[in-house]
């Protein structure tokens, strides 16, 4: 039997991120990763070796932004460890059927210009719209920073610039309640208040949706800000792809002495006497925890799939069925193609020009179609009739990703987990069969020749995966990558529930981190990064603690003045 101060269940980046932090202040880590290649959702894989070797893909994530609004890259120097961002500029290009087209530049000034080169009005907005959401963002990325539940790590986090950020778009009295109902309102309700053109209107829609919600969803006005991020802190991946960071990270772990175990699907957490002590395997190997043991897959499988009901029901008596019925996924999934090209898609109805597609390409004809698209998903039908998808060619800007002169294309369409009708049939009675998805990818590639009709007869090789199959694939409950909707209610302090929302758990020893807790999905680190602060505190004499609280205290209250 094995025996280390913490036990992680998954290797994903946030997995490893909290794993590094520890390593860094001395404690040994253990990390059990089910597929026989660490990352999760952040790995890049030569997955068609036989019908196109040397053609490497991104398999789920492609654009890192969230990651540069927090430290983890500096505090942990990933850069010593073979991490390289390469930034992508212009960030988004998508064509409108009526032979317009919206092309965003990092610079917010360029691209008011290509705006205003069909709506004069509307470029003005455009600027005074990612203003607004530069400033919020500013504002609160103390919060996405630390844990939910830390007054002081969050106000530690505070400079004069982010208080003036934060109070330029909050104000007072009327300023304040202007803010609020912006929050409960909708993207498409913002976008409509902004502006007029389509063209504008339907790319930043399908940006929004990126939460995994329609635009027409209440509550949720804050998936407006997906495009300020492309401006500000800007757009990027690793170069050699997403894996890099996820190589990266590795590379540190290791170095620090983390031990990373692959093909190890971790199938039961070991109670002791109401603590977690550690972890089985498939095959009975037991690896045991002194300090912790720290989850990065989602909370439902937490409790509902590696514990026994009886040891969950002694710490709480009524987290099982709020697991259950409380947290919310609303069906929405991922259909990912990828695709090896002998040559890159060509836009010769839209002034084609090769730079449009070194960031990410939106099929986005309107603001209805991106609805149907979210919509549709959530009742359990398949949105192809007239699809909206979000493409890139990673080639453009990295061209090491796939053998000289050739590209590689990444499509990523939402779709059902569970189709209507079809429940009880198919891969894990999704519905889903490879027919059926290579169906929908043919009706994919059709809509994308639409715009790009060079797109059919460069394809090389190609690789579908089903939402059933992501799902078995990262672990996702129901095929959602984000573990758990990222709608308000299921936010900051409510994610993935109140009394787990400081990573914490009722079960001494047992803490989560990944997608599922504050700040949420995408590529960040800030689970791992709050997760890891949390433990270590835990680990702390009182005295000690103490003296952390004072100084960071004495550290925000001069930092604030300091700025003066």
Known sequence: MQTYDVVMIGAGHNGLVCAAYLLKAGHSVLLLEKRSVPGGAATTEESLPEEAPGFKFNLCAIDHEFIHLGPVVEELELGKYGLEYLYCDPVTFCPNPNGQYFLAHQSVEKTCAEIARYNARDAEKYGEFIDFWQRLLQGIIPIFNAPPKSIID????????????????????????????????????MLNEYFDSEFVKAPLSRLASELGMPPSQKNLAIGAIMMAMRHRPGMARPRGGTGALTQALLNLVKDLGGVVLTDQ??????????????????????????????????????????????????????????LERRIVNNNESILKVDCALSEAPRFEHHNHQDQFLIGSVL??????????????????????????????????????????GKHTLWIEFFAPYEIEG??????????????????????????????APNVKQSI??????????????????????????MSLEQMILFRPLPELANYETPIEGLYL????????????????????????????????????????????????????
């Open 154 to 189: 969050i106000l530690g986090n505070y400079d004069f610039g982010k208080v003036k950020d934060l109070f330029s778009v909050m104000g007072l009295s009327n300023k304040t309640l202007d803010l609020l109902r912006t929050m409960l309102s909708s993207s498409e309700d």
């Open 265 to 322: 699907t971790v199938e039961r957490i070991l109670i002791d006497d109401g603590r977690a002590v550690g972890v089985r395997v498939a095959g009975g190997t037991e690896y045991r925890a002194t300090k912790g043991v720290i989850s990065n897959i989602d909370a439902r499988r937490v409790f509902l799939h590696l514990m026994d009901k009886s040891e969950v029901d002694q710490a709480d008596s009524g987290m099982r069925e709020r």
């Open 363 to 404: 099929i986005a004809d309107s603001v209805k179609q991106v609805e149907i698209s979210h919509h549709d998903s959530t009742i359990g039908r398949i949105p192809d009739s007239d699809p909206s998808m979000y493409v890139v060619v990673p080639t453009m800007l990295d061209p090491s990703m796939a053998p000289e």
């Open 422 to 451: 079809l429940e009880g049939t198919g891969q894990n009675g999704t519905g889903w069969t490879d027919e059926l998805k290579h169906q929908v990818a043919d009706r994919l590639i059709d809509k994308l020749a639409e715009y």
């Open 460 to 485: 090389i090789a190609r690789r579908v995966e089903s939402p059933a199959e992501l799902s078995d694939r990262l672990g996702a409950f129901r095929g959602n990558h984000y573990h758990i909707d």
């Open 513 to 564: 981190t990944g997608a599922g807790t504050h700040p949420g999905g995408s590529i960040s680190g800030m689970p791992g990064r709050n997760c890891a602060r949390v433990f270590l505190r835990s680990q702390q004499p009182l005295s000690q603690a103490m003296k952390s609280v004072r100084e960071s205290v004495s550290s925000t209250v001069g930092s604030v003045f300091k700025s003066f």
